[in-house]
């Protein structure tokens, strides 16, 4: 659209003859918004929240059922029932 020079000037004659405009003479900053950050902490803890008032009914998975049973038990039946675990997993 134009392609005279690039000056002060020569620029607000040519938008004073194309479209009527003429600058008030005051220079004006350009200021953008101040954006706040997003604060993630709090998306996390109402998540939290929400993860702890909620119940559902999903079944134990095979860990979760391994670490309820396993918490009385001597440490000799705790291998034995990981690795009968392990050896089931495998033959699936």
């Known amino acids: 659209m134009y ?3 690039v000056d002060t000037e020569s620029i607000s004659q040519f938008a004073k003859e194309e479209y ?3 600058s008030s003479g005051l220079a004006q900053e350009v200021t953008q918004p101040v954006v706040e950050p997003i604060v993630q902490d709090d998306a996390r803890s109402r998540v939290a929240a ?21 918490k009385g038990a001597s440490v000799k039946d705790s291998l034995r029932a990981k690795l009968t675990i392990m050896d ?3 033959e699936k």
């Open 50 to 70: 929400l993860d702890a008032n909620s119940s559902s009914d999903v079944p134990m998975s095979v860990n979760d059922e391994l670490v309820q049973a396993l």
């Open 3 to 5: 392609d005279g020079p």
């Open 20 to 22: 009527g405009w003429e």
């Open 88 to 90: 089931n997993e495998k």
